[in-house]
């Protein structure tokens, strides 16, 4: 049998930790697979698909800026997907590409990582509108939060996400890029006790400036959670969390 191929595609590419991270896996569990980092603007995408449609490679990870477009190269996807608008995950069965959004169930298990926390109950602000923001947005919904707010530059799509922020909240998730400027009249709506969370990691800078908010963390939990739960959904198999998180230096 081949040994299997998985890469992860975006632009930039070359920073991401996936591959280390995703490699540990295979080797923790004895898989004969290996995955990489390809760099693929937006104009290379259908050259992209067309080779891993044609079983060069088994699945694929999607970042920045792909994971709207590439929904319109794929033969299905999950209602995740679906509902977010946004594809992190793809595994091929001969020709047929389906995709997948794990960012969204991935932040969930991160916050319980990275702050022994569950979003029932609590308040919720999103910081970008994007395909991320779009999906923790759901899955903060999904998971019991009784209000999940968003601020973005484009009024429009943070409308989609959720409504302005009118009141204090116990989270906020940047999930804006690093050198975003985040108006002092959002970033009021942080409390000393607010968790801070930044889908970032190994940036130089967050939107939400120091000293803002309570306990914080970077992106690093949000990479292992939504890589094992892409790991699972290619393999049939649990992923080892343990020689993963160690990959990433978590």
Request: one cysteine or more; a neutral charge; charged letters at 20%.
């Amino acid at each position: 049998m081949a040994r299997a191929a998985y890469a992860i595609i975006g632009d930039p590419v070359a920073h991401s930790l996936s591959p280390a991270m995703h490699n540990a896996a295979f080797a923790a569990l004895g898989i004969d697979a290996h995955y990489e980092a390809i760099h693929v603007p937006l104009g290379d995408l259908t050259a992209f698909v067309g080779m891993a449609r044609a079983g060069q490679l088994d699945g694929f990870s999607v970042t920045t800026p792909l994971k709207s477009a590439i929904m319109g190269y794929l033969d299905g996807s999950t209602t995740d997907a679906r509902e977010a608008r946004s594809v992190n995950t793809v595994r091929r069965n001969g020709r047929t590409l389906e995709g997948h959004d794990t960012d969204g169930m991935g932040l969930i298990g991160a916050l319980a990582d990275a702050f022994d926390w569950q979003p029932r109950g609590a308040s919720a602000l999103v910081l970008g509108s994007g395909p991320a923001g779009r999906a923790i947005g759901r899955a903060l919904r999904r998971e019991g939060a009784v209000s999940v707010a968003c601020w973005s530059r484009n009024e429009r799509t943070a409308r989609e996400v959720g409504p302005p922020a009118h009141r204090p909240v116990d989270l906020v998730v940047s999930a804006l890029p690093a050198a975003a400027v985040v108006p002092d009249s959002v970033l009021e709506r942080i409390q000393p006790r607010t968790f801070v969370f930044d889908v970032n990691y190994a940036a130089a800078r967050s939107p939400v400036p120091p000293g803002i908010g309570g306990a914080r963390s970077d992106g690093l939990p949000l990479l292992l959670h939504q890589g094992a739960l892409a790991f699972a959904w290619w393999t049939g198999k649990d992923a080892p969390l343990d020689a993963m998180r160690r990959a990433i230096g978590l």
